[in-house]
């Protein structure tokens, strides 16, 4: 569903004065502004800046959960109540201290249907972006402590704001509806569908028992993007936003929804032993450690089914809905798993500690990566497979995991799996180009396809080490050498037909798509003197980039070919110095190409680079080698500015910073061209 038209300024504005005005008189508001949010989710949410009389300005977020943003696709929850979320900010967190927003007013439904809060504007980051491991576990504890606080207030509770109840009957609803899903979108006769049906029963036990815990009042959706990390009077603060799907349930739902977004096993473990020991330091008969484990393990259930029963784009992903379908099985089939109990034995022991890792499963024999995996014929069975999540990586197609135990050489493996054909370029990149030349690369120990015919997995050795940072003379001097000896090397291969060829209409595309955004008449007309400023010059340096198209034509035609990385940042590098010698770990080849390695050279050391690749470069010369390092540079940046100047005009505000800072980059680099 797309959004609806705003909410007017006079409404807006009544409703500000009665929010304000009407409990102070000396809070009386001269002027205000709005601007749409760029966290709008399922509610329309903007942003205030309001001026008192008094001169006081005050940051305040609007929420209209009565202007509903289901995206397309998304199955409608029937549970859905607009002024929920209003009654629990006014009945509950009001009451309590527990670093939530301050409400400053809301309507929870009137005779209109409005449902409206005003809330307090948090600065801080969401916990997704946040590496702190301290900071995800005060989120743990923060979690636990409110579990605790709440439940003796659950009949009040349930008499002033109501509640719905997450009981048995509510879960065999839930699972009824993720088999009815999983039928309508991929049909009766669909394997998935049928191996889940079988799992049916399994899930109703699991969650018998997890409908034997004891109810507390839950967050309900506690995911890491909705948790701010902001500082407070006492150190940290953690502020929990979005409040419209709490219910009475048992506490360990929102903890496995926490648990969930971990990274590795080890993480997981910390968020769980940090909310254990709050809890049992405030509830000394809270569950035994290894019941806590088990039951935590079976909640795992519950955020698959979730995702099974609130959006059609979730069922049609094969690789993903395996692996979840293949969880459930595990969860539903076994107790604890043998890696599970020898914790809980470990735990019992004097000074012993429960290190409970809801990623380690019972039975990895039938994961699809455990599967696919053996098809190699090298190594033996993973003792344990994990997900592996990155940060800020949010709708990947790529699924990615870990396994331990199942390589001679004792390394973890990173299993990759999406479909075959975005698999082909680093296939080909990893087993017939750069591995037979002996380039030091993160071992490959092979290519599998998928049961599905779609998919394929890419088994490659997990290396460690710092992300490349062309800040840092040392990274780029040990890149520069790497990526000329990569380039000498492969320019004797010639082209390998199933490699893309890169020409230069992949970088005009981006300059021509950048300035057709930035030329829109609604971002010049809605935009304010700064942002047609920024505009205006970095049309000016795109339309001089434009103007060299022959010069940069020409240098290209000069120019050897040989492969090309085509995503050479930070991300997709890592400078391992454990040993005498530090060595570059280059990732990710899924965009490479055959062509002139402009992108490559962009941010190198061209008089180290030159030194390993004279060869190459012997008939081009160095200085158009620089040009064309500097032309590298340009096109990189003319990418970035592609891609913030498609934005709409209404979210034009949040990117025009972004946009300055790259234009003033290029404008720098044209200075050195000469342009």
Request: net charge negative; hydrophobic share 40%.
């Amino acid at each position: 569903m797309g959004s609806q038209p705003p909410l007017s300024s006079e409404e807006l504005q009544s409703a500000l004065e009665r929010t304000f005005e009407a409990k102070n008189s000396q809070q009386r508001i001269d002027r205000w502004t709005r601007v749409p949010s760029p966290h709008s989710a399922t509610a329309t949410l903007e942003e205030l800046d309001l001026e008192f009389h008094d001169g006081r300005h005050l940051r305040v977020i609007f929420k209209d959960p009565s202007r509903s943003m289901w995206p397309d696709g998304a199955i409608p929850d029937a549970e859905w109540d607009p002024a929920h979320e209003i009654r629990i900010y006014q009945g509950v967190l009001a009451r309590m201290d527990l670093g939530t927003p301050a409400c400053y007013g809301g309507i929870a439904g009137d005779e209109r249907g409005r449902c409206w809060l005003f809330l307090e504007e948090v600065q801080g980051r969401t916990l997704e972006k946040v590496d702190d491991p301290g900071a995800w576990q005060a989120a743990a504890r923060w979690l636990a402590a409110m579990h605790c606080r709440l439940q003796p207030m659950l009949p009040q509770l349930r008499q002033d704001v109501g509640l719905p109840v997450r009981d048995e009957e509510y879960f065999r609803q839930l699972t009824a509806r993720a088999l009815s899903n999983l039928r309508r979108v991929r049909g009766a006769e669909d394997e998935i569908a049928g191996l889940f049906e079988t799992l049916i029963d399994g899930c109703h036990r699991a969650f018998g028992e997890i409908s034997n815990l004891p109810r507390t009042l839950i967050h309900g959706d506690f995911h890491s993007k909705n948790i701010l990390v902001g500082s407070g009077a006492g150190g940290v603060r953690i502020c929990v936003i979005d409040w419209e799907k709490t219910a009475e349930a048992p506490g360990l739902l929102d903890l496995a929804t926490l648990v969930s977004r971990t990274k590795t096993a080890e993480d997981a473990n910390a968020l769980a032993l940090a909310y254990y020991d709050e809890m049992t330091s405030q509830t000394p008969d809270y569950l035994a450690q290894d019941d806590f484990l088990r039951l935590l393990e079976r909640c795992r259930l519950w955020i698959h089914l979730r995702r099974m029963t609130s959006h059609d784009r979730w069922l049609s992903r094969e690789s993903r809905l395996k692996a979840s379908v293949w969880d459930i099985q595990q969860v539903c089939g076994t107790g604890l798993g043998p890696s599970t109990e020898r914790r809980v034995e470990a735990a019992k022991r004097p000074g012993g500690t429960i290190s409970p890792d809801p990623h380690n499963l019972a039975d990895v024999s039938s994961h699809p990566a455990v599967r696919a995996w053996r098809q190699l014929q090298v190594g033996c069975v993973p003792t344990s497979v994990e997900n592996v999540r990155f940060k800020n990586w949010k709708e990947s197609k790529t699924l990615i995991y870990r396994l331990r135990g199942c390589a001679h050489d004792e390394r973890r493996v990173i299993a990759k799996c999406c479909r075959a054909s975005k698999l082909e370029v680093e296939r080909l990149v990893y087993l017939e180009m750069l591995g037979p030349l002996g380039m030091d690369l993160p071992h490959c120990y092979g290519y599998a396809a998928d049961s599905d015919g779609i998919s394929g997995w890419l088994f490659l050795e997990e290396v460690c080490g710092v992300p490349y940072s062309e800040n840092d003379r040392h990274h780029r001097s040990i890149a520069s050498a790497w990526l000329a000896k990569m380039h000498v090397a492969t320019s004797q291969l010639g082209l390998p037909s199933a490699l893309p060829v890169f020409t230069l209409d992949r970088y005009w595309r981006d300059l021509d798509s950048a300035l057709e955004s930035l030329s829109r008449d609604d971002i010049h007309r809605d935009g304010k003197g700064k942002h047609r400023r920024v505009l205006t010059s970095v049309e000016r340096a795109l339309e001089r980039v434009r103007k060299r198209r022959s010069a940069i034509g020409d240098l290209w035609n000069r120019a050897p070919r040989c492969l090309v990385h085509g995503d050479f940042f930070g991300k997709n590098a890592l400078v391992d110095g454990g040993g005498a010698d530090p060595k570059l770990r280059v990732l990710d080849w899924e965009s490479s190409g055959w062509g002139v390695p402009l992108e490559d050279l962009a941010g190198l050391d061209i008089t180290v680079y030159a030194s390993h690749a004279a060869a190459l470069w012997k008939d081009f010369g160095e200085e158009r080698l620089r040009l064309l390092a500097d032309v590298g540079s340009a096109v990189r940046v003319v990418a970035f500015l592609e891609a913030y100047a498609g934005v709409a005009a209404d979210r034009f505000c949040y990117v025009v910073d972004h946009l300055a800072h790259y234009g003033a980059m290029l404008e720098g680099i044209e200075d050195r061209l000469g342009w």
